[in-house]
């Protein structure tokens, strides 16, 4: 486990070394490092806060969607978010998707498909948020279909915007159509008789195997289908959607504002807080790409490209999102690392132990 996990981390640190390299290969090193220089790093204090009230709030939505189906307290709904963000900072394969239910198993119980329906809901409410705020500021802002970043083998230009956006739409459609088929109760009735059926389809069977296929596939396939749906019942209850729609809202808004804080301290910026919203929107439809991990490299072609929209020059837009990208990570490795320490949690087990 150990030689699998270190050499794990040594791909995803090689991976995200080449990335940066690649968003920054056409700046002038000397150039980005005076930039980095010049940035007064007393904004760094405000813009970590606002990034941890983020955090807050969205610790207070988990548990929020936990509370339709357990009462947990907000401890147990922090710790192991933060671990979880951290973890996605630091290994490929957004791991730490999977690690948050998986300690919340350990911790309280909650099944683990029944946590994982919960994340995936926190996933509904943030996507849905983006797209909504996608057409509302790009009503206002037109692209120039002429400016593209190169990046790998992608061209981060209005196309593979618009490819992003259309592909992320379909997603939400579909894990709402997956989530009110798995939450109502006709279309789980109809779901759990097709799981018992499943037996009587070997009619040439036995009374043996079908009473093994009846323990070993039906009723944990039952189990699965009903800590699912328990993850979900957020949905039957109008007002909680309500609450989690206003806190994603609340989330977002925080994270635009800390990038408009942090860049207070950054020469050649003055972006306003609108022209930020829709650098902080692109930078998120980029990053949905295949990435390595903490999103190094691509969030920072995505950031220049979007910034390079607004008028701020290429060297500038550079240090501003690697130095931005950097500020928004560690504090959340720093308080994730803690928060493992705070809870006896092996991070790296649980980013690979089998559910």
Not at 35 to 56: D, E, G, K, Q, R
Not at 78 to 90: D, K, Y
Not at 170 to 178: C, D, N, Q
Not at 321 to 339: D, K, M, R, Y
Request: proline content about 5%; overall charge positive; charged content about 10%.
């Amino acid at each position: 486990m150990t030689i699998k996990i270190s050499i794990t981390f040594a791909i995803g640190l090689i991976i995200s070394i080449a990335t940066v390299y690649l968003a920054f290969r056409n700046v002038p090193f000397t150039g980005l490092v005076n930039y980095l220089l010049s940035i007064n790093y007393f904004w760094i204090l405000p813009t970590a806060l606002l990034i941890l009230i983020s955090f807050v709030i969205r610790a207070i939505r988990w548990q929020f969607i936990l509370g339709s189906y357990q009462r947990v307290s907000f401890r147990h709904a922090f710790h192991p978010l933060m671990i979880g963000f951290m973890i996605n900072c630091v290994l490929p394969g957004r791991v730490g998707e999977v690690a948050r239910p998986a300690i919340l198993k350990k911790n309280e119980n909650v099944p683990f498909t029944t946590g994982l329906a919960t994340v995936a809901a926190e996933r509904v409410f943030d996507m849905g948020i983006l797209i909504i705020l996608f057409i509302a500021l790009f009503a206002q802002i037109e692209i120039d279909p002429a400016l593209g970043i190169p990046f790998g083998d992608y061209t981060l230009n209005s196309d593979t915007l618009e490819l992003i956006f259309k592909g992320l739409l379909r997603l939400s459609i579909a894990l709402l159509v997956g989530i009110a088929l798995i939450s109502f109760q006709p279309t789980r009735k109809a779901m759990e008789w097709c799981i018992n059926s499943i037996p009587n389809l070997f009619f040439f069977a036995g009374p043996e195997l079908k009473n093994k296929l009846r323990e070993h596939i039906a009723k944990p396939s039952l189990a699965m289908v009903d800590n699912i749906a328990a993850g979900f019942v957020l949905l039957k209850q109008p007002m909680r959607v309500v609450v989690c729609l206003l806190l994603s809202i609340v989330i977002w808004t925080l994270h635009a504002f800390s990038y408009y804080i942090f860049a207070l301290g950054c020469p050649g910026i003055g972006l306003t807080f609108f022209e930020f919203a829709a650098v902080m929107i692109i930078i998120c439809f980029f990053i949905a790409l295949p990435s390595a991990p903490g999103y190094w490299g691509l969030w920072e072609a995505g950031g220049v490209f979007a910034m390079l929209l607004f008028g701020v020059s290429f060297k500038e837009a550079a240090g501003f999102t690697l130095a931005n990208h950097a500020i928004q990570l560690f504090p959340v490795i720093l308080v994730g690392l803690v928060s493992a320490l705070i809870t006896g949690v092996n991070i790296w087990q649980v980013s690979f132990a089998k559910r």
